[in-house]
């Protein structure tokens, strides 16, 4: 058997798979799932919540602020960790895996290929990822909704917005940016000196009930979206699947993480892309026939799915 990063034996596989026929001669779509995290994003300069590339911000975890519980305690805090966020994310690039990603989503079936993506910065849908081919896990910095939305009664509000690109959202979180090196990973530096408190009255407001708006993402203790886990699900189940591609994550958050499992448990040989994945650790799961490439997601997606992309345009 190959060693499982050989890439001619990778491009052998895909070239199976995307070329495979039926009993009676017709062709056979191929079924890829994929399941990406903020190591796809690394490249582009975004910092990664966990290993070698995570970053702090202002000396706190990241993990401490994406709660219901920090918003709760201090929403003018967790809101400036946010404008910092998406001021970083529209200040940076979509990188050759995110292209490489969406070409294979065009170059495959429509239905072939799901890629499940925990990122919430935007930029597969910025790299022209085919939206029917892309589920956003963990939502977007870019949504807003009403903090009513999880009330129940009285006090619901479905306010929600998509796609808003505001800078600033509003004058209070115009500083939120401030000191920031828009390209690297490190421009989260460690800055111990206290942030000045925002009071709710300044953050931004829902149009309809006046309530406080939230970032759309899933924090940690919240549900993702039922129906596009419903749907996931259903595609999963659907059929064989043939590959699972896990790129740039510490698959350590669930449900993501579980659909490594899934697609296993349906068939799929694995593929794993992370600058982690030769490690001793990183290769502790393998069963034979998977694939584990250590590296860069940017350099490596282009030059694995090429039998199925071609050569990418730099
Ligand atoms: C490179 C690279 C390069 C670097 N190239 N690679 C089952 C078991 C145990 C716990 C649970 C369970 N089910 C649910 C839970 C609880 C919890 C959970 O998973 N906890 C675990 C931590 C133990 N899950 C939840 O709470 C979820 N909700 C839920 O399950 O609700 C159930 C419910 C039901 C009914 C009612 C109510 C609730 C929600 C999870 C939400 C996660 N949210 C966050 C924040 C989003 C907003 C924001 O961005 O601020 O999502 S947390 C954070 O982690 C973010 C990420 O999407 C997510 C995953 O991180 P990711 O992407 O893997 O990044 P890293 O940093 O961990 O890894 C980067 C990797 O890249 C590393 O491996 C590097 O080596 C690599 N890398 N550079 C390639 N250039």
């Known amino acids: 058997m190959a060693p499982y990063n050989d890439v001619a034996a990778f491009h052998d596989f895909l070239r199976r798979i995307t070329t495979a026929t039926n009993s009676n001669g017709t ?25 070698s590339t995570a970053a702090l911000w202002h000396t706190r975890d990241p993990m401490q602020l ?10 003018g805090l967790v809101w400036r960790f946010y404008a910092y966020r998406r001021h970083t994310a529209l200040a940076v690039q979509p990188n050759a895996g995110h292209y490489a990603l969406a070409a294979l989503a065009r170059n495959v079936p429509t239905g072939s290929f799901l890629c499940l993506t925990q990122n919430v910065d935007g930029l597969s ?18 949504d807003l ?35 920031v090196d828009e390209t690297a990973t490190a421009t989260v530096a460690a800055r ?12 931004p407001q829902c149009p309809k009930c006046k309530s406080l708006l939230r970032p759309g993402v899933v924090w940690f203790g919240e549900r993702l979206d039922r129906q596009m886990l419903k ?19 510490s698959a350590e958050v669930h449900p993501a993480a579980s659909y490594i499992g899934e697609a296993r448990e349906a068939g799929a040989v694995i593929a794993t892309i992370n600058l982690d994945a030769e490690s001793r650790e990183g290769l502790q799961n393998l069963d034979p026939g998977d ?8 350099d490596l997606l282009p030059v694995l799915l090429e039998p199925v992309i071609g050569k990418l345009e730099s």
Not at 27 to 51: D, E, H, K, V
Not at 150 to 178: I, V, W
Not at 291 to 298: C, D, E, I, L, R
Request: hydrophobic letters at 45%; one cysteine or more; a negative charge.
């Open 27 to 51: 062709p056979r779509a191929p079924r890829i799932l994929a399941l990406c995290g903020a190591g796809l994003s690394a490249a582009s300069g975004l910092a990664t919540f966990r290993g």
């Open 66 to 75: 994406a709660t219901p519980e920090a918003f709760a305690a201090d929403p």
């Open 125 to 142: 849908p910025r790299a022209n990822h085919p939206p029917e081919s892309l589920r956003r896990l963990h939502g977007s910095l870019f």
């Open 145 to 179: 909704r009403c903090v009513g939305f999880e009330r129940k009664g009285a006090a619901h509000c479905d306010y929600s917005l998509q796609d808003d690109f505001t800078e600033p959202l509003c004058p209070a979180l115009a500083t939120a940016a401030e000191g």
């Open 192 to 203: 111990s000196e206290p942030l000045a408190h925002i009071p709710v009255s300044e953050l």
């Open 231 to 249: 749907d996931i699900d259903k595609w999963v189940a659907a059929d064989q699947v043939d590959l699972m591609l896990v790129i740039g994550t």
């Open 291 to 298: 694939f584990a490439f250590g590296g860069s997601a940017a």
